[in-house]
């Protein structure tokens, strides 16, 4: 097999190098074309032309380079490890058995015989589902039939077998075992050898509109959206582009963890955007809270100001901004003035009575679209009128070579006239730009006062809503919007003026969905209405929120997303972590007993008892110092950034990384950050600092405990300084050793 495909890749080389030269040659008639004289009028008109044409044979050469490249690439990777699966299946109307072989790409020699499978073929969903007998899978053309008669697994390091089993289940535990026992790299792996059936199903799910994974942590929800992209952009190669799908990620560290997965798989990645970038790009000139802030500050957050929260991120109040749109009356709508250099230039009044012309029978976004063309008609009649002025005509007279060159293309002019027409529209076009932008935005509308105003309009007992609007606006003065107001602004923002949505997405991923409101969802639901929605998350690993069961959820978005085909897979396995860290983590659960860990053994999660914050800093030192000589990176997780600022200064001489919201990427060593940054994140060797009573003494807590404990793959140690939270003395003392400060500075 191996020989086959450097064979293979020794002809690739060749096409390439061909395709290279080709390349050079043809950018460089096109650098000789593009200098030819661009003074003389003819010469222009033919030079554009000619260029034209050598930008397009260019594009294609270079197309065709990167594409041997890409073959290349595949080839070599194939080369190190072409398989890591064999079924043996007999057809019916077949003689023999036949062995087909599963690798990360297909490969066939140049007779156009298969010898290796891609694991996303159809045929390949045996290997992952199948237990040994009869088995069916699903192909283009219906589902078919076979015999399963074998299932083999293989290690290949650099065409090397290291390690092959015969297995009649998923796949076996061994090679699993091996998988996860490795420490973790900077960068997310890609689990294709090794997928279990749940997450199979996960992956492989062509047929839901809506997909809800309820996982708990460790469970692979992460892996499966990846390896899911992966198989989505194989089956629809014509009609699927990279470019639109969208992963919601919680923070940047994430997006950059986990940005090596599809490229392994030869796929380029999708978008990925976390929710405040998402928002700060559809509020522009604002600052939206970041879920890093709303960490941050709800610690502080008094129960009315989390009462207020609750309410402005549940379906309700998104209810609320319907009906209020609905009932709105012309009057009360808040028209703005569009300014051109200090000066009105549409005031108020006019874009209210252009409104008005409009029958009150039109929903009110349908009167503010013919608004919107109505301003845009009579701003360029304001531009035709602007031409003659002598400004404009100033700049036509200085015009350089260039600037005409760039103006006018390859047009042609019967008059003096028209020439001076065309290039003074544009000159006053691009003068205007920022009119036409702000008419194309809806500025006309002030979206931010409308808000207010329907802050005023509610009553509800407990809340005072005047002082909420209040508050609102003076958040604005600053340019500050919390994260709760943002999806609802929006939503009002587009009712009003039918912007907002987008449709060119056809997948839309969200990551820790429970961190996300209803009303957040909700609005990206109508921000991408085309998309099918994949959202996955743990209902246990929910930060200052009450939990949501996911039935009720999956209930909830199916009823507000109108989807008909809604789907929920439930995944209780974990696998980051060893089995003793899994169980503890559990066990902070009150039900956590439907969490099955993975069998990898590992030592005890220790418990380490200060009695002062001297004791602890000698303790913390001690322990990196220890764990560092087994480990890459060990993560020091806190409860907030002021512990971890905290931290960070008590060990200052070991030169520890002080993670922040910004950052994005994971240095090696010692890492120091709050649990909220390394959601979705994983850790050779965790450091829970601080798990007093007095520090996570309330019930409160629990959801950080178990994320900072599910945060460890090999090694868990938990400090405290003072009397250890009942959170965890509460569970089965086997789980968990104990020394105090004393013993282990022996
Ligand atoms: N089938 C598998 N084969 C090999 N490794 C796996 C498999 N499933 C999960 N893992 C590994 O388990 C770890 C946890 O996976 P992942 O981060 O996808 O889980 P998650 O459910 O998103 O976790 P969390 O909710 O805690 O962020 C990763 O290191 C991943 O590579």
């Known amino acids: 097999m191996i020989e086959k495909i450097c064979e293979q890749k020794q002809h690739t080389e060749e096409l390439y190098e061909k395709a290279h030269k080709e390349t050079s040659q043809v950018e460089q008639n096109y650098s000789q074309n593009a200098k030819v004289n661009l003074i003389e009028a003819d010469d222009r008109i033919e030079t554009h032309a000619e260029i034209q044409q050598q930008k397009g044979l260019v594009a294609r050469a270079v197309e065709n ?121 900077e960068h997310m792996r890609n689990i294709v050898s090794t997928i279990q059936k749940e997450q199979n199903d996960i992956i492989r799910d062509v047929r839901s509109d809506l997909l809800v994974v309820q996982g708990v942590a460790g469970s692979g929800k992460t892996s499966a959206i990846l390896q899911r992209i992966a198989f989505l952009l194989y089956h629809s190669r014509a009609s699927l582009d990279a470019d639109e799908i969208v992963l919601f990620s919680p923070n940047r560290l994430y997006s950059r963890y986990i940005s090596d997965v599809l490229p392994s798989l030869g796929e380029r990645n999708m978008r990925q955007l976390t929710l405040a970038e998402f928002f700060n790009r559809r509020l522009e000139g604002m600052h939206v809270q970041t879920l890093f802030d709303r960490f941050e500050n709800q610690q502080s957050n008094s129960k009315v100001e989390q009462k207020i929260i609750n309410f402005k991120e549940g379906q309700t109040f998104i209810d609320l901004i319907q009906k209020y749109e609905k009932e709105l009356p012309t009057a009360k709508i808040k028209f703005a003035n569009i300014n051109y250099q200090g000066e009105v230039f549409f005031a108020k009044d006019e874009i209210q009575s252009i409104f008005e012309q409009f029958p009150q029978s039109m929903r009110i976004k349908e009167r503010t679209l013919k608004t919107k063309n109505e301003l845009i008609k009579r701003l360029k009649k304001r531009v035709d009128s ?134 957040q969802l909700m609005y990206l639901k109508h921000a991408f209405p085309r998309a099918k929605f994949t959202l996955l998350g743990d209902s246990e690993q929910t930060l200052f929120k009450d939990v949501t069961e996911p039935q009720m959820l999956l209930k909830k978005l199916k009823e507000s997303f109108q989807v008909k085909r809604a789907n929920l897979i439930t995944l209780n396995r974990s696998y980051r972590s060893t089995a003793q860290i899994t169980n503890f983590a559990a066990a902070l659960l009150p039900d956590g007993d439907k969490i099955q860990a993975f069998s990898r053994e590992g030592a005890l999660p220790t418990v380490i008892i200060a009695d002062n914050q001297d004791q602890a800093t000698r303790d913390l030192r001690r322990l990196c110092q220890s764990e560092l000589e087994d480990y890459g990176t060990i993560a020091i997780l806190t409860k907030n950034m002021e512990e971890s600022e905290h931290v960070s200064d008590l060990l200052r001489d070991l030169n520890p990384s002080l993670l922040n919201d910004g950052d994005r990427s994971l240095p090696k060593g010692i890492v120091v950050l709050p649990i909220y940054l390394a959601k979705g994140l994983e850790f050779d060797s965790v450091i829970a600092y601080n798990v007093s009573e007095e520090n996570f003494g309330d019930q409160f807590w629990r959801g950080t405990l178990y994320i900072i404990a599910s945060r460890a793959m090999h090694h868990l140690n938990l400090i405290s300084i003072g009397d250890v939270s009942k959170l965890i003395t509460n569970i089965n003392s086997d789980m968990f050793g104990i020394q105090r400060s004393f013993d282990f500075s022996k």
Do not use: C
């Open 386 to 519: 602007e031409i003659k002025k002598d400004w404009v005509q100033n700049q036509i007279n200085q015009i350089s070579e260039e600037k005409y060159h760039e103006l006018v293309g390859r047009r042609h002019f019967k008059s003096y006239d028209d020439e001076n027409y065309f290039i003074g529209r544009k000159i006053v076009d691009k003068e205007f730009q920022i009119i036409d932008d702000a008419i194309f935005n809806d500025y006309f509308i002030d979206i931010y006062s409308q808000y207010a105003a329907f802050l005023t309009t509610l009553s509800t007992a407990d809340i005072n809503w005047q002082q909420v609007a209040k508050t609102f606006n003076a958040n604005l003065e600053m340019h500050y919007i919390a994260l709760e107001d943002a999806a609802p602004v929006m939503l009002l923002r587009d009712l009003l003026t039918g912007s907002g949505t987008n449709r060119k997405f056809q997948y839309v991923f969200i990551d820790e969905m429970q961190d996300y409101s209803i009303a």
């Open 65 to 185: 380079e990167s594409i041997l490249k890409r073959q290349i690439d595949e080839l070599d990777d194939l080369q190190k490890s072409p398989y890591f699966g064999r079924i043996d299946i007999q057809d019916e109307d077949e003689d023999h058995p036949e062995s087909l072989y599963i690798g990360i790409s297909s490969f066939a020699d140049r007779d156009g015989n298969f010898l290796i499978y891609d694991w996303r073929a159809p045929i390949s969903s045996i290997y992952y589902n199948g237990t040994l007998g009869n088995v069916t899978y699903d192909t283009p053309a219906g589902s078919m039939q076979t015999e399963l008669l074998k299932k083999r697994q293989f290690t290949i390091n650099h065409g090397e077998i290291i390690h092959m089993f015969d297995t009649n289940e998923t796949v076996g535990d061994e090679l699993l075992q091996q998988a996860l026992g490795e420490q973790n790299d």
